[in-house]
């Protein structure tokens, strides 16, 4: 969807290292969704973000809403190589339906 | 408590033919989406069907078409396969007012030959 835009499209981590993807919406977000995709298999819910300035943690793995900038950041802490897939992030502009991003996929070295 | 089911997992085709794909909702959902993902990219919406009729449709030819069951189980039809269908179909099931978010299938992969 070109109402949003996931970046960055890939990423290497050193397994331990942080990383961060962010997803920016050109329009006004009503709830903002991320999933985890493994190649060629289901989406896998992480975290559903509805209110500006909400922040929710799993794990090792931290989803902020900036209602502001209509812009929310997926922080993954020390990465490990079950971290590594496809991560999507999925809007909802209150239409009842979920607009996706083109996802990021992330690679883990060890 | 099981989740959202697809079947089949795997489909091959071949150009001109009809397909169906089906989808049992999570417990608990009343509303079914149906998104296409295209290798590389992001899912698509096709259509959202509630209370056994579409509310909603994407950016999706005729040929593609639902049905919703008093269960709340969906299919999807494609007909006239062409190459450019073949994809990942993904089934989202939500409860009318996605209070509680979308739980997605696995998904079925239709090739096309």
């Known amino acids: 969807s070109q109402e949003l835009e996931q970046s960055p499209q890939s990423l290497i981590v050193q397994e331990g290292k942080n990383l961060t993807i962010n997803c920016t919406s050109s329009?006004?977000?009503?709830?903002l969704y991320w999933y985890k995709q493994k190649y060629g298999e289901g989406l896998i819910f992480l975290m559903m973000l509805q209110k500006g300035g909400e922040e929710k943690s799993h794990e090792k793995i931290t989803a902020k809403l900036d209602e502001k900038k209509q812009q929310s950041s997926l922080h993954i802490t020390a990465s490990q190589p079950s971290h590594a897939g496809i991560y999507l992030c999925g809007a909802d502009f209150n239409d009842y339906k979920l607009s996706f991003g083109a996802g990021t996929t992330v690679t883990v070295r060890a | 408590d099981a989740g959202v089911t697809q079947s089949p997992t795997h489909l091959i085709k071949t150009r001109g033919q009809q397909v169906t794909l089906r989808c049992s909702p999570k417990?608990?959902?009343?509303?079914v989406s149906w998104y296409q993902q295209a290798l590389g990219q992001g899912p698509q919406f096709i259509f959202q069907y509630y209370e056994e009729e579409e509310r909603q449709r994407g950016n999706f030819p005729d040929r593609f078409s639902g049905h919703q069951f008093p269960n709340y189980s969906s299919e999807l039809n494609v007909n006239a396969l062409l190459l450019g269908d073949s994809a990942l179909y993904l089934c989202a099931s939500s409860s009318w007012d996605r209070g509680y978010g979308y739980t997605f299938g696995s998904g079925t992969r239709l090739t096309v030959v």
């Open positions: 417990s608990g959902h009343d509303t």
């Open positions: 329009k006004t977000l009503y709830g």
